[in-house]
């Protein structure tokens, strides 16, 4: 999924991340499985007009803190 390049994508078929919610009371584990299911790529997914392409340093915050840091 990461390696998904933005001009090889439909922009107009990708997630709103605005549209995902995670119930709260799921477990850790479940929470993160639910938001991929919902997001299909965390790497790639729309917030209103704008397309974003994540990616990570290997010394830099892992996916799991990023994705807490977006459920927030």
């Known amino acids: 999924m990461q ?3 933005i001009q090889e994508t439909a ?3 990708l997630v709103d991340i605005r549209d995902v919610t995670v119930d709260k009371e799921l ?4 929470r993160i499985a ?3 299911r919902q997001i299909k790529n965390p790497y790639l997914f729309k917030c209103g007009k704008f397309t974003v392409q994540a990616s990570f340093a290997t010394d830099g915050a892992t996916l799991e803190e990023c994705i ?3 459920l927030r």
């Open 3 to 5: 390696s998904i390049a």
């Open 11 to 13: 922009c107009d078929r």
């Open 27 to 30: 477990s850790r584990e479940d």
């Open 34 to 36: 639910e938001f991929v």
């Open 68 to 70: 807490k840091g977006i």
